[in-house]
């Protein structure tokens, strides 16, 4: 009975306890369910909320967008006020001219450009008398950057005399540093702002420096011809024909034309000095061709002059094919480089046909023991020919 009594003290401690627990895990159930309930109220809340703010979101979104609509057409319609406004200042410049201030001129100019290209996008009614003002202002200083770019190309563009630098081994003459700044300037103005009056200037170029080389030249060619013709009846003699001071001439002034037309002109200052070189081309052919004719007319005497042509021509062909292996400064070339030397084919055949047919005809050797005059004739031929 003793032993039995702490066990039911425990019993019942254990049930207290039991009875504690349970009534924790009711008020624990409970208190679970109000939370339950409390985040289930408030995803409501917040799903409501969401449904409130979206097109709140929504419109102010495109609030925002309609505002930057509007501040990007305010600054478009401000800039172009600026376009309009521009009208009175190119006026004032481009009536004074580009010899005052090219820098400016050139400025104001291409703003013209700008602005007639900007009003012609934006179809503005109201622009159309703006747009028509602009093209006059623009033609009109395009037109007076023309005259000043021929004015300063033509008073450094007088022919020259060509032995002055030729015999004292003298560069031929580049433009003055002054109108060659601004022919530089008024090409890349146009380079950058309108290609088709580019393609203006570059003509008149090519005409003015054309004119310039050939008259230079003109007398060199005739001095060729007169020193082949007024000749005495004798064996040419090497370089005793104005042909090789006429070549060095040429290649002088190529050299200085191209430089010149690389400073103007950098992006085909090829194309260009081909084309102002061709009629000077032209000529220095002609008189090649002249002289063959004169060639195959005194074969015996002045069969060498061919060979002496072939290597000067050569000389030219090379410098004009480092700006271009083709077209037609680079045909006439090869042309003349084919005739000449179908003459100078022929002129060797014919003297060794001749000095077949003398060794043929003679009967005996000197008996003297002398050198033959047909022997000193043929190395006094050769030694001309590969002298």
């Not at 290209?117 to 934006?122: E, F, G, H, T, V």
């Not at 890349?188 to 230079?216: A, H």
């Not at 400064?329 to 002129?347: C, D, P, Q, R, W």
């Amino acid at each position: 009975m003793l032993s039995s009594l702490p066990i039911s003290t425990d019993i019942d401690e254990d049930k207290a306890d039991l009875g504690v627990l349970d009534e924790i895990l009711k008020k624990t159930s409970e208190l679970t369910n109000k939370i339950s309930s409390i985040l289930t109220q408030l995803n409501h809340r917040l799903e409501k909320v969401e449904n409130t703010i979206k097109p709140i979101y929504k419109t102010t979104s495109l609030l925002k967008k309609e505002s930057e609509n509007i501040r990007g057409t305010i600054i478009a319609v401000e800039r172009t006020r600026q376009y309009f406004n521009i009208v009175p200042e190119a006026e004032d410049v481009i009536k004074k001219g580009p010899e005052g201030d090219l820098t400016l001129f050139l400025d104001t100019l291409k703003k013209t450009n700008n602005s007639l290209n900007i009003l012609r996008s934006s179809n503005f009614r109201s622009s159309e008398k703006s747009i028509l003002r602009l093209t006059q202002l623009w033609k009109g200083g395009c037109l007076q950057l023309y005259e000043l770019f021929k004015n300063s190309l033509l008073d450094f563009s007088i022919p020259v005399e060509p032995l002055y630098y030729t015999t004292k081994n003298l560069e031929f003459p580049l433009l003055p540093e002054l109108p060659c700044s601004i022919l530089i300037s008024i090409s890349s103005f146009f380079y950058s702002t309108c290609l088709d009056s580019l393609r203006e200037i570059e003509k008149n170029y090519c005409d003015t420096r054309s004119g310039y080389t050939s008259e230079s030249l003109k007398l060199l060619s005739k001095a060729s011809l007169s020193t082949a013709v007024k000749r005495e009846i004798k064996m040419y003699e090497k370089s005793s024909n104005g042909f090789v001071v006429y070549t060095q001439a040429l290649l002088g002034m190529l050299k200085a034309e191209s430089m010149i037309a690389q400073n103007i002109f950098p992006e085909n200052y090829g194309d260009i000095l081909l084309t102002l070189i061709y009629p000077t081309i032209i000529t220095y052919c002609d008189t090649i061709q002249k002289l063959d004719h004169h060639i195959h007319q005194n074969i015996v005497t002045d069969f060498t002059l061919s060979y002496e042509i072939i290597e000067e021509l050569s000389k030219i062909i090379t410098v004009i094919e480092l700006h271009g292996n083709g077209g037609p400064t680079v045909n006439e070339l090869h042309k003349s480089m084919e005739i000449i030397g179908k003459t100078g084919t022929f002129a060797l055949n014919d003297m060794l046909e001749r000095i077949r047919k003398r060794c043929s005809a003679m009967t005996s050797i000197s008996a003297d023991g002398n050198v033959s005059e047909i022997t000193t004739e043929v190395i006094f031929n050769f030694f001309t020919l590969y002298s």
